[in-house]
Structures are given as C-alpha cells and as structure tokens.
C-alpha cells in the first residue's frame, strides 16, 4: 500500500492533474481504493493489493451535481471514511475468494440510484454494486410516474418530508440544469370547485406560507383569465412546481455512478440475502454478490426484500394502480399549469389531475384503486403470488374495512370512464370521454401496518450490515436526491436522522395526504 501526501494543500485535484505516474494506468484499474477530503486539503491515495487506484473522476464531478459538503459533515464523515478506504485497501476480497464490495444496493429505481449517488459523494473510493432485476433501470415506480417536481406545499411544516421534497425539487432542477436534462417550471393550480374546498384550500394556503411556499391566491376572474378552460370558485397557484421525465434523470444518474466507478448489474434479481458477521452475501440472478453492506430500495418488493434478509416487519406492500389517459394532441394545451383538485381529507390520494407532460403532451389522472399484482401494469392484470401475500396479511382486511366506501368509488371510477370523466369535468368541462385515450398505468407500493394503517412517510429498516427502505412514498422521485444523502447518513451513522417529532414511520396526516 502506498499513501501520497501531495506537499501542497489542494482543495481539489481533478484527475487530469493527478501525478503523472498514476495516470500511465489504465481507466479500468483507476476506480477503487481512495479517499479524498477537501475539507483539511488532504489527497490520500490507496494503492489496494490489486493495484486498484481511484482517482475518483467523479469527485469533482459530484461537487459539481451536488451542494458542497459542510465542512462539519466533511470532518464528521473522515474518520469513516478513513476507516472505509484503508479497510478496503487491505482487504478487498470476501473468504471465497470473490471480490467483497463495500455496497451493494438492490433497486435501480431513482431511490437506489440516488442512494449510490451519495454514497460515492461522500464515500470516494468505496466500491458499489447496484443490482436490478428488469434489463433496464426505472422499470417500475419511477418510470410510471405523473413526473411532477413537487414544491411541498402539502407536508406537515416541519416534517421531513416537506423538508426532503423542498430540497429535493432543488436538486433535482440543479441535476437537470448540469445533465442539461429537460425540465420545466409551469407551475401548478390547486382547484376549489365548491365551497367546502373553498374551505380546504384555506388550510392548504396557512401551511403553504408556513412551509414557506411561493404562492399565490387568485379569485374566479383571475383563475378564468389565466386559464380560460378550468372552471373553480378560486385556485391556489404554486409557483416552484416542474415537470420531468424521471426515467431521463435515471439514465443520467447512472452514467454518473458508472463514470465514477460504481457498477450497475441489470437483469439481476436478487433471490436470496444472508447477513454474516463480515457482511451480507447476496444470490442473484447472475451468482453470488458480496458486500459490506447492503442497502434496499426495491419498492414495490421492498417487504419481500427484507423478509427474504430475515428482517423483521409489521408491514407488507399493498399496490394501489394509479390510473391515467392522455389526451388527444388537439386538448394537450388545454392548459398552461398543472390542475389539481383540492386533496380531500378523507381520501388517502389525491384526486384526479390534469398534468403537462415534458414531451408536449397532457395526462389525466392518476386515480388510485387496489391493485392485484405488484407489477403487471395492463388493466385486469392479477397475479397469484401478490394476491396471496396482500390478503394472507390481517393489516389489509383492516385496512378494507376502513376505507371501502372510497375503495368502491374508485373501483367504479376504474370501470367506467363516464366516472372518470365527472371526475375530471369538476374544474375542466370541455372534456369529453373521447378525450380519454391511451389508458396507461403506475403502481404505487403502498406500506400498510399491521393495525391497518397506510404508511405516508418513510419507512426503514436497519440491521448491523444493512437498510431496508420500506417505504419510499410520493413525492420520493423528487425528493430522490436528498432521500439518497439521508438513506447514507443513516448507514454511515447508524443512527436514525428524524424529523422533528416525527415517529420511524408517520401515520395518515389528519388532513392533507402527500401528492402523487
Ligand atoms: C402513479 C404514480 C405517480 C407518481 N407521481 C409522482 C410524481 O409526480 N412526483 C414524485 O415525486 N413522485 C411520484 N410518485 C412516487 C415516485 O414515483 C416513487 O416514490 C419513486 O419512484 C420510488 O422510487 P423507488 O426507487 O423507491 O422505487 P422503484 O422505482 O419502484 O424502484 C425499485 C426497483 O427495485 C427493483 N427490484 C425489486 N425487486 C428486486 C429484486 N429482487 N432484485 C433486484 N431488483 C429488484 C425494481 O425492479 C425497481 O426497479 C408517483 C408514484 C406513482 C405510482
């Protein structure tokens, strides 16, 4: 092993400046094996056995996709990191012989992505593996999703998720703005069609200001002259709101981990996972993975993820479909904003809503009806194995019995587009149900407790050697970028990083649920 002190304190070195000697390496060697701090001007790079050295092409660029490190979490995080690139220097093989890597994360979904974003941010030189079991990343939640980037205004004031999803949709406008990924600003109006919304979206607006939403009021006049096809008593507009296609941002986020020596193993699926007093071995499609930690984003299997670690849970995934069409080009200007009703208290979803999409097009919907398999998107699909699991589970007849009225009406609005249609005619009535085309759909992993109730916030699981999120609920795709630092926080620290008052996992708010 060998360790260089460059003479000269640097704040940083990019790999072009790097000593020439080590540059004469190949690209292939050159990703493993190093520890950067910019923080005290320290450059330290580890030789490991295998002649690995890193001179992390990602390190400036992270800087660059990803606000600076404080200078506290810089020196709180050298220890570790310290710990971490010299362990992995000496010994970077598991006993049989195979390579042992420091991450292993299941999931490329934008969560698990995100996950191995930070993780290379904050943990340069660490080796990382991805597994994911479609052929391609975003398959599920994240690329069926109404790719809104959401400003927050739901969240309770000071909750982590109204924290998260504030800085998330900052993130996430600064990641697009640097992969030069396109994104938009238009904004969004949230519709109050009767009195009693009237009512509601006065609420909305005092947790509006005291979450410190840029918003503004507008009376029926104003809201018929900004948007002349939406009908309501008054609207909220929110300025921040974007959209994006989130499956693009994936694409993105993966060629940066790649870039910067992390490996994404697709068509992997993960079959079984065993924690041992040196880490955790995990069979996959594709052989036996080992790692020092584990770290689960697997979404809609997420339960299943943690059962088969022999992790303990209270919970299991229950998915609700999220119902959309498109309209025809001819009502894709339909409007300029994003429409969306006033969120009724009652219902544990927001209501149907009109959303612009990136590529010039205009959704309606999604409603939110149970589904019978976790990941078969076509209408009527059902799949044994989920049905089993989902009714075998005491919380979900508990759940049943709470919420069957909306259960039956959104059934209904699932059957009969003429439904749908009255749904959507409330703020925009020039709809017509030949506008409805193209039906398509996302599920939704939805974490139902034990005692029935549905989980809004998240939800982890953590062992010596690995996290399981349970829980990654809407408006996670937003928020992607920050839930990654935190998920790290977490597995750095061992120790919870919790909102205020918030408990491991938030029951139902009392009045306003989280967007979707
Ligand atoms: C209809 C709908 C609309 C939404 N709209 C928005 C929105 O507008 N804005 C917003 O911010 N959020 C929105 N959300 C929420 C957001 O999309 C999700 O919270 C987020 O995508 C969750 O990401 P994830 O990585 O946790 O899960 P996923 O994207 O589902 O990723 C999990 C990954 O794990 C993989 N996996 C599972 N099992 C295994 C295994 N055994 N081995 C290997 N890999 C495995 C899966 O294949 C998958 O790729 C919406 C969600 C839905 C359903």
């Known amino acids: 092993m060998r360790i260089f002190f460059p003479a000269k304190p640097q704040r940083s070195i990019a790999p072009e400046t790097a000593t020439?000697?080590?540059?004469?390496?190949?690209?292939?060697?050159?990703?493993?094996?190093?520890?950067?701090?910019?923080?005290?001007?320290?450059?330290l790079l580890l030789?490991?056995?295998?002649?690995?050295?890193?001179?992390?092409?990602?390190?400036?660029?992270?800087?660059?996709?990803?606000?600076r490190l404080t200078t506290k979490l810089r020196h709180k995080n050298f220890k570790t990191a310290w710990r971490s690139s010299a362990s992995l220097a000496i010994g970077s093989k598991s006993e049989s012989g195979s390579k042992m890597y420091d991450y292993c994360i299941i999931g490329g979904g934008i969560v698990g992505l995100a996950a191995a974003m930070a993780l290379q941010e904050r943990m340069p030189g660490a080796s990382i593996v991805i597994l994911e079991k479609e052929p391609e990343l975003a398959r599920h939640q994240t690329g069926h999703n109404s790719g809104v980037i959401h400003a927050g205004i739901y969240y309770a004031p000071g909750s982590l998720k109204a924290k998260l999803?504030?800085?998330?949709?900052?993130?996430?406008?600064?990641?697009c703005t640097e992969n030069r990924i396109p994104f938009e600003t238009c904004g969004k109006l949230l519709v109050a069609t009767d009195h009693a919304e009237m009512q509601r979206m006065?609420?909305?607006?005092?947790?509006?200001?005291?979450?410190d939403i840029d918003y503004a009021r507008l009376s029926t006049a104003q809201l018929r002259t900004d948007e002349p096809n939406i009908a309501g008593l008054g609207a909220l507009f929110v300025h921040s709101t974007g959209i994006v296609d989130y499956a693009i941002v994936c694409r993105a986020m993966a060629r940066a981990i790649e870039t910067g020596g992390g490996e994404i193993r697709r068509g992997t699926a993960v079959k079984a996972i065993h924690e041992h007093e040196k880490g955790v071995r995990i069979e996959s499609a594709s052989g036996p993975v080992e790692a020092r930690r584990l770290i689960a984003?697997?979404?809609?299997?997420?339960?299943?993820?943690?059962?088969?670690?022999?992790?303990?849970?209270?919970?299991?995934?229950?998915?609700?479909?999220g119902e959309y069409y498109a309209l025809p080009a001819s009502k894709a200007k339909v409007t300029q904003r994003l429409i969306?009703?006033?969120?009724?208290?009652?219902?544990?979803?927001?209501?149907?809503?009109?959303?612009r999409t990136i590529d010039g097009g205009m959704t309606v919907g999604p409603n939110a009806v149970l589904g019978f398999s976790r990941e078969g998107y076509a209408k009527g699909s059902f799949a044994i194995a989920d049905v089993a699991s989902m009714t075998t589970f005491p919380g979900f007849w508990k759940m049943a019995r709470r919420n069957w009225r909306s259960a039956i009406s959104e059934f209904a609005n699932s059957a009969s587009r003429a439904r749908y249609l009255a749904e959507c005619r409330k703020y925009c009535p020039s709809l017509t149900i030949d506008?409805?085309?193209?039906?398509?759909?996302?599920?939704?992993?939805?974490?139902?407790?034990?005692?029935g109730s549905l989980v809004h916030d998240f939800l982890f699981k953590q062992t010596e050697r690995m996290l399981h999120v349970c829980n990654a609920p809407s408006p996670a795709?937003?928020?992607?970028?920050?839930?990654?630092?935190m998920i790290v926080d977490r597995m750095l620290e061992g120790e919870a990083t919790k909102a205020p008052a918030a408990p491991e996992h938030a029951r139902a708010p009392s009045v306003l649920a989280g967007p979707v």
Do not use: W
């Open 20 to 43: 020439s000697g080590v540059q004469k390496l190949q690209p292939r060697f050159l990703q493993r094996g190093s520890f950067r701090s910019d923080g005290p001007a320290i450059y």
């Open 47 to 67: 030789i490991s056995r295998d002649h690995g050295v890193d001179m992390r092409p990602q390190a400036t660029r992270s800087r660059a996709t990803c606000p």
């Open 165 to 175: 999803c504030r800085e998330g949709a900052e993130a996430t406008k600064r990641f």
């Open 202 to 211: 006065e609420a909305l607006e005092d947790r509006a200001r005291q979450n």
């Open 297 to 321: 984003c697997a979404g809609l299997q997420s339960d299943r993820i943690a059962l088969m670690a022999g992790v303990k849970i209270s919970h299991r995934i229950v998915p609700f479909r």
């Open 340 to 355: 969306y009703p006033i969120p009724d208290p009652d219902l544990p979803f927001l209501g149907i809503h009109l959303t």
């Open 435 to 451: 506008d409805l085309q193209s039906p398509q759909a996302g599920i939704r992993a939805q974490a139902v407790m034990d005692d």
């Open 477 to 485: 795709a937003t928020s992607a970028i920050p839930i990654g630092r």
